[in-house]
């Protein structure tokens, strides 16, 4: 768990999701050593062919990328590509252990599934079940 300060709130709040948001996520993202950033690549002749080329022949192992400074766009919007390329980053933002090989992460997030699929069977009402 990540103790995050929500927008004007005074008070500390827990983040189930142990980074608080997307701006949490990148950070932590880049503290593990998987993001890259690139600045002044154009969005439609640059962007996909530089991800194409990262993660292709990648097995798992391609950095996320966070394009900046985009011609055309206004200063400070961003492009966040590959962010669920790597195991790890799978793991992160589902609050999975981080160290663990890519068959456990899988074992850990079928028995979450099969948690919440017994959880919905007894559910009479909800948006769930609606």
């Known amino acids: 768990m990540h103790v995050a300060r929500s927008g004007g709130e005074t008070s500390l709040k827990l983040v189930q999701g142990g980074y608080g948001g ?3 996520w990148i950070e932590q993202v880049e ?3 998987e993001l890259k950033r690139v600045s002044g690549a154009h969005w439609d ?12 022949h990648s097995h798992g192992t391609a950095p996320a990328l966070l394009f900046d400074d985009v011609p055309g766009f206004p200063k400070g919007y961003r ?16 609050g999975l252990p981080l160290e663990r090989q890519a068959e456990s992460q899988r074992d850990a997030l079928y028995g979450r599934e099969v948690a919440v699929q ?6 009479k009402s909800g948006h769930v079940v609606e």
């Open 22 to 24: 997307l701006r949490g």
């Open 31 to 33: 503290r593990m050593g």
């Open 45 to 56: 002749t640059e962007m996909g062919a530089i991800t194409h080329m990262l993660t292709e």
């Open 79 to 94: 492009t966040l590509y590959g962010h669920f390329s790597s195991v790890k980053r799978v793991a992160l933002t589902l």
């Open 118 to 123: 017994r959880a919905i069977a007894f559910r």
